[in-house]
């Protein structure tokens, strides 16, 4: 549960959403990540820590570049998570949708025997 803890936590700021979009298209290096953000490097670095450690992304070398790469397992199970409460809401939804029905029915033949 703490890993969906940290992937929640880490959802939670648009910025490292929004970063997470960028490297949902290709690896980048801090440097590309800054631009597109109008914000410094040690500021984009704070999120890219952070998603790091929800095991949201992971720095790989390339000659001397840093490349910060997606990892989908932590979305993976956030998404398998929300999808059991879901289904759950979704039969409760269902069942109450029955009962608005036969309320509604009931309605209406009270109001024709009037």
Not at 28 to 38: S, W, Y
Not at 72 to 95: G, I, S
């Amino acid at each position: 549960m703490q890993t969906l803890d940290a992937t929640f936590s880490a959802l939670a700021d648009p910025t490292r959403r929004a970063i997470l979009m960028h490297l949902a298209k290709k690896d980048h290096t801090v440097m590309e990540l800054t631009k597109p953000f109008r914000m410094s490097q040690p500021a984009i670095s704070k999120h890219l820590k952070v998603l790091e450690e929800a095991g949201l992304i992971i720095t790989t070398k390339r000659a001397q570049e840093r490349l910060r790469r997606l990892q989908t397992a932590p979305l993976k199970e956030a998404v398998d998570w929300m999808e059991k409460y879901r289904l759950m809401w979704e039969t409760r939804y269902k069942a109450l949708d029955g009962l608005l029905l036969e309320l509604q029915k009931i309605q209406t033949k009270k109001g024709k025997k009037k």
